[in-house]
């Protein structure tokens, strides 16, 4: 009997603004990521040198959001993971596919990504998965609802280090 893959991902289009803005406004991502307008998401949809993608549940159900930045030919940036809840493995099954998007189809030699020093859970993950702490932008990122800052840290894996 075949096993069945639990999550797989498509091309956001237009039509998924709603459901990426409410991942975004939902309590356990707001805190740490920046909510998009909905007429932001409609309209770079096909923005150059980036990817963003819908995470579909085993059913088809949207379940999250991954997007990527092209930056060269051999850097990329994991820029988002927002998922309808946390701890269900949605955010490891996305982070493990952006890795391999990066590295297997595009060619990366480095991946990096930014994450808020208070983001444990997310943290956590990312150093599971390989990823080094290259350093920390002291009060980096600015909660829009708060006006609070918190530190951004940085964090890199380079083609041979990929577990």
């Known amino acids: 009997m075949a096993t069945r893959t639990r999550y797989s991902d498509r091309l956001l289009t237009a039509d998924d603004a709603l459901f990426v803005v409410a991942l975004h406004a939902a309590p356990h991502a707001r805190a740490h990521v920046h909510t998009p307008s909905e007429e932001h998401v409609r ?45 269900r493995g949605i955010g490891s099954w996305a982070l493990r596919r952006m890795i391999d998007r990066a590295f297997d189809d595009l060619g990366a030699h480095k991946v990096y990504l930014e994450v808020t020093a208070d983001n444990a859970p997310a943290r956590a993950l990312y150093e599971r998965e390989g990823f080094v702490l290259e350093g920390t932008f002291r009060d980096g990122y600015r909660d829009e609802t708060t006006g609070t800052y918190k530190d951004l840290c940085h964090y890199g894996m380079l083609e041979h280090e990929r577990r």
């Open 43 to 87: 309209t770079t949809v096909d923005e150059p040198d980036r990817e963003r993608r819908i995470i579909l549940d085993h059913d088809g159900t949207p379940v999250g959001f991954w997007s990527i930045a092209i930056h060269a030919n051999w850097l990329v940036e994991l820029n988002r993971i927002v998922t309808i809840a946390p701890r």
